[in-house]
């Protein structure tokens, strides 16, 4: 049966998250849906990441299988117009019978996006982290090689995580300012439930002076959840790019820049 991959970017406010669920809006739903009208038979999309209610996305990836025979542009323009405003496709390819949208990727990068003035937002409402008081990002900066490389991030991880080893390997955690806008960029082979938040939160502790930037590797080597900072709120967090071998054929989407704000 043909294979087909989607890249998806939705706002994730009005949804319960990306998995489909029985008594609430997922974005699952939504895509499959779309998708089952134009192919007139029932589709079912598998996706590279399950975001979390309010988390939102640039740069999803998800797979179908199907036996109905369309162009891609009908794909792209027929589930485009019967999917809500807040979710659409932005591309549509055929691809080998072995790929898979989870399986398949080598890497991900989230990017979480904080504006820092004492003025609340109002376009970027439910799109962003507001933080009143003065962060320093260049403390922020300072910290991040410490988590660098293969670690057990068990000090980052939810208490309902359900991954069976807290091991994973960082490849990128950078802060960068532009204005009152700070964004953090975080790429991984994989995440823990909540990792991005939980690693964002650390970070905004020290932002406000409340821990030095050396402190970070000391939470980490500790995994303990309980010395970590809060869980960074849904709303700043964007799956920006799902990273899969070249041979793949998939667009990179363009993502989050600091200095694009």
Partial sequence: ??????????????????????????????????????????????????????????????????????????????ANSLLPPEIAISWVRPVAASFDARYSALARTYHYLILNRPARPALRH?????????????????????????????????????????MRELHRLEVTRSGPWILVECRANAFLHHMVRNIVGSLLRIGRGEAPPGWLA???????????????????????????????GLPVPEGLRAGDL
């Fill in 218 to 248: 000391g939470v980490l080597a500790g995994r303990d959840r309980r010395a970590a900072g809060m869980t960074a709120a849904a709303s700043g967090l964007y799956l920006s790019r799902v990273h899969y071998a070249e041979d793949a």
């Fill in 1 to 78: 049966m043909p294979r087909l991959a989607i890249g998806l970017e939705y706002d994730g406010t009005p949804f319960c998250g990306w998995q489909r669920q029985e008594h609430a809006r997922s974005i699952q739903a939504e895509v499959e849906a779309a998708l089952s009208r134009v192919a007139d038979a029932p589709v079912v999309v598998a996706a590279a990441g399950r975001t979390d209610a309010g988390v939102h996305a640039l740069g999803q990836v998800a797979h179908f299988d199907t036996t109905a025979v369309r162009a891609d542009h009908a794909w792209l323009f027929g």
């Fill in 126 to 166: 439910n799109r962003v982290l507001w933080v009143r008081g003065a962060l320093d990002a260049g403390a922020m900066q300072a910290a991040t090689p410490a988590l660098l490389g293969e670690h057990d991030f068990s000090a980052f991880r939810a208490a309902g995580c359900q991954a069976r080893s807290p």
